[in-house]
């Protein structure tokens, strides 16, 4: 499709374990977010890659959050040692350089047992 | 510190009638941009309107419309003649040339009542 792909759409995990979600942007958008939603919140921005610039990192709220993008594609978020606190929906969203909307996917709704 | 703020954290509003979401934002930056998303139940992000900072009239989209101020630091979203179907989470959000990332607002709850 056209849109922003995200993958899984829903995982549930064991406290402790490693999870990776995974965000297909918008062909030609050359910028990347993801974010954190927990129930009935706003969105809590994580991390934001654009080109081949340096990723803004400054809303990992703990070094088990990492995320890597290859080039201008595919972009994996990585929970090591997830906690239940972990439990949200994670939104990546996709825009052409640094102006205009964001194109949101649908998420991975993460379950922390 | 907080860039977005959105102080109602519901609102309601009879249907056909109008209603004003705030938006309040702090910036050092002369260039950005202001967004405004809606998020039904359904969970998806839907984009309804841009204001860019140099932008000399306010910004519409049919039944939306933008009161930006500013001097105020004000982006307040109008939603004219609302409808059930808006009853949704409404986010404010802003772009900062700057630095590039989208910081979102904790948004406004919207209830419209028939």
């Known amino acids: 499709g056209a849109g922003v792909s995200q993958s899984p759409s829903n995982k549930v995990t064991e406290k402790g374990k490693d999870v990776e979600l995974r965000c297909d942007p918008i062909?030609?958008?050359?910028?990347l977010y993801w974010y954190r939603q927990r129930l009935g919140q706003g969105l809590e921005f994580l991390i934001y890659?654009?080109?081949?610039?340096?990723?803004?990192k400054s809303g990992l709220p703990s070094d088990r959050f990492s995320a890597e993008r290859t080039g201008e594609s595919v972009s994996t978020l990585t929970i090591q040692r997830t906690q239940q606190e972990d439990s949200a929906v994670y939104l990546c969203?996709?825009?052409?350089?640094?102006?205009?909307?964001?194109?949101f996917g649908e998420g991975s709704r993460l379950t922390v047992l | 510190a907080q860039k977005i703020t959105q102080t109602q954290p519901g609102m309601f509003v009879q249907e056909k009638e109008a209603v004003t979401l705030d938006c309040t934002y702090d910036t050092s930056d002369p260039s950005y941009g202001l967004f405004w998303y809606k998020q039904p139940s359904s969970g998806e992000m839907i984009f309804l309107i841009y204001q860019g900072s140099y932008d000399q009239q306010n910004a519409t989209e049919g039944r939306y419309s933008l009161n930006f101020q500013k001097a105020r630091k004000s982006a307040n979203l109008v939603i004219s003649a609302s409808q059930l179907g808006d009853s949704a989470m409404y986010f404010c959000?802003?772009?900062?040339?700057?630095?590039?990332?989208?910081?979102f607002g904790a948004g406004t709850r919207l209830t419209v009542k028939p």
């Open positions: 959000a802003m772009r900062e040339n700057l630095n590039n990332d989208m910081r």
């Open positions: 062909s030609g958008h050359t910028a």
């Open positions: 890659f654009q080109g081949n610039s340096a990723p803004d």
């Open positions: 969203a996709s825009s052409r350089i640094n102006t205009g909307e964001l194109f």
